[in-house]
């Protein structure tokens, strides 16, 4: 007697019945017991190393690393820090010399930055005149290089830049000195005149003004019946019954008399246009030697950025710088 064997359906090739995935089961961490990934019975899994861990795909027996969650923040290979000193100012300027370059360029090459060379190319009309710079030094010692280039620059002979750039330097140092020096002293006195109303003698070039003060302008004195004065003609302002009595005892020079010495637009010009030398005489005799010749020999009372006083108290006389041709310590 045949038995019927029960025969068990195939599925349909075209069946759309989804495959199931198989299961992931992180193993635990390394120290802690794992179950088995292979069938009993089966090669005993390899030791993995201490610290890593694992994931087990279920059905595969496969293992792989879990995904690395953070990268290195560094990229490449590390440089190696460099422990040369910082150049000095020799080699900077012999670099300089040597490629005919500005002293800026020459220290960028040494500090690792762009090479005198390659600035040339990409410089070259400022590097032909640096070039010329170069020259002027070589042919006229102690010709400094950025004198060379201005003198390159503005097409002047050396000497006549020089002369030039001299006086800038001397106009900007009066303009220190000037701020260095306070104006009270002087400015209360030239007030007073007009306060008190009282009757000046202004002394010019050539002759004597009388006549009360009523304003001051920066260039100016505003007088009551005369009108204007610019400021470069005055050589003196005092009391008029101070410069009477004073006036027969001056000593003075016949040829400035006769022709007073100019005054120059440039203070630079002036033959006394720094007022920090005075300060030390305060209370000491001078010796001021005006431009129109006369000469006043009294106390030195106050210094202020553009002028002096000298004179016994109620008898002070203000002298402008400007109206100096030269001054002296009284011993």
């Given at each position: 007697m045949?038995?019927?064997?029960?025969?068990?359906?195939?599925?349909?090739?075209?069946?759309?019945?989804?495959?199931?995935?198989?299961?992931?089961?992180?193993?635990?961490?390394?120290?802690a017991?794992?179950p088995?990934a292979?069938p009993?019975?089966?090669?005993?899994?390899?030791?993995?190393?201490?610290?890593?861990r694992?994931?087990?795909?279920?059905?595969?027996?496969?293992?792989?690393?879990?995904?690395?969650?953070?990268?290195?923040?560094?990229?490449?290979y590390?440089?190696?820090?460099?422990?040369?000193a910082?150049?000095?100012?020799?080699e900077i300027?012999?670099?300089?010399?040597?490629?005919?370059?500005?002293?800026?360029?020459?220290?960028?090459?040494?500090?690792?930055k762009?090479?005198?060379?390659?600035?040339?190319?990409?410089?070259?009309?400022?590097?032909k005149?640096?070039?010329?710079?170069?020259?002027?030094?070589e042919?006229?010692?102690?010709?400094?290089?950025?004198?060379?280039?201005?003198v390159?620059?503005s097409?002047?002979?050396?000497?006549?830049?020089l002369a030039?750039?001299?006086?800038?330097r001397?106009?900007?140092?009066?303009?220190?000195?000037?701020a260095?020096?306070a104006p009270?002293?002087?400015d209360?006195f030239?007030?007073?005149?007009?306060?008190e109303k009282?009757?000046?003698?202004?002394v010019?070039?050539?002759?004597?003004?009388?006549?009360q003060?009523?304003?001051?302008?920066?260039?100016?004195?505003e007088?009551?019946?005369?009108?204007?004065?610019?400021k470069?003609?005055?050589v003196?302002?005092?009391?008029r019954?101070?410069?009477?009595?004073?006036?027969?005892t001056?000593?003075?020079d016949a040829?400035l008399?006769?022709?007073?010495?100019?005054?120059?637009?440039q203070?630079?010009?002036?033959?006394?246009?720094?007022?920090?030398p005075?300060?030390?005489?305060?209370?000491?005799?001078?010796?001021?030697q005006?431009?129109?010749g006369?000469?006043l020999?009294a106390?030195?009372?106050?210094?202020?950025?553009?002028d002096?006083?000298v004179?016994?108290?109620?008898e002070?006389?203000?002298?402008?710088?400007?109206?100096?041709?030269?001054?002296?310590q009284?011993?």
């Amino acid at each position: 007697m045949v038995r019927p064997i029960p025969v068990t359906p195939k599925a349909s090739p075209n069946s759309s019945a989804p495959r199931p995935r198989p299961a992931v089961v992180p193993t635990p961490a390394a120290g802690a017991a794992s179950p088995a990934a292979t069938p009993a019975g089966g090669p005993e899994a390899p030791p993995r190393p201490e610290g890593i861990r694992t994931e087990v795909i279920r059905g595969e027996g496969v293992r792989r690393p879990p995904a690395r969650t953070s990268t290195s923040p560094m990229r490449g290979y590390p440089r190696t820090p460099s422990h040369r000193a910082p150049p000095t100012p020799e080699e900077i300027a012999a670099l300089a010399r040597r490629e005919r370059v500005p002293n800026r360029i020459a220290k960028g090459e040494l500090d690792g930055k762009m090479k005198c060379r390659v600035w040339k190319k990409l410089h070259a009309e400022e590097a032909k005149r640096f070039d010329q710079a170069w020259v002027l030094v070589e042919a006229n010692p102690g010709l400094e290089l950025a004198d060379a280039f201005g003198v390159v620059q503005s097409g002047l002979p050396v000497a006549d830049f020089l002369a030039r750039r001299a006086r800038a330097r001397k106009r900007e140092a009066i303009k220190v000195a000037r701020a260095t020096v306070a104006p009270e002293a002087i400015d209360g006195f030239v007030n007073r005149f007009i306060e008190e109303k009282l009757e000046a003698a202004f002394v010019l070039g050539e002759r004597t003004v009388l006549d009360q003060l009523k304003a001051v302008a920066p260039v100016s004195f505003e007088l009551e019946r005369s009108g204007k004065l610019e400021k470069l003609n005055v050589v003196a302002v005092a009391r008029r019954t101070t410069w009477d009595r004073l006036l027969p005892t001056l000593a003075r020079d016949a040829k400035l008399s006769h022709k007073p010495a100019p005054v120059a637009r440039q203070p630079a010009r002036r033959p006394v246009n720094d007022p920090r030398p005075f300060l030390e005489f305060l209370g000491k005799a001078v010796s001021l030697q005006l431009r129109n010749g006369l000469t006043l020999a009294a106390p030195l009372r106050a210094v202020g950025p553009f002028d002096v006083l000298v004179g016994e108290e109620g008898e002070e006389i203000f002298v402008p710088l400007h109206a100096l041709v030269g001054w002296a310590q009284l011993p």
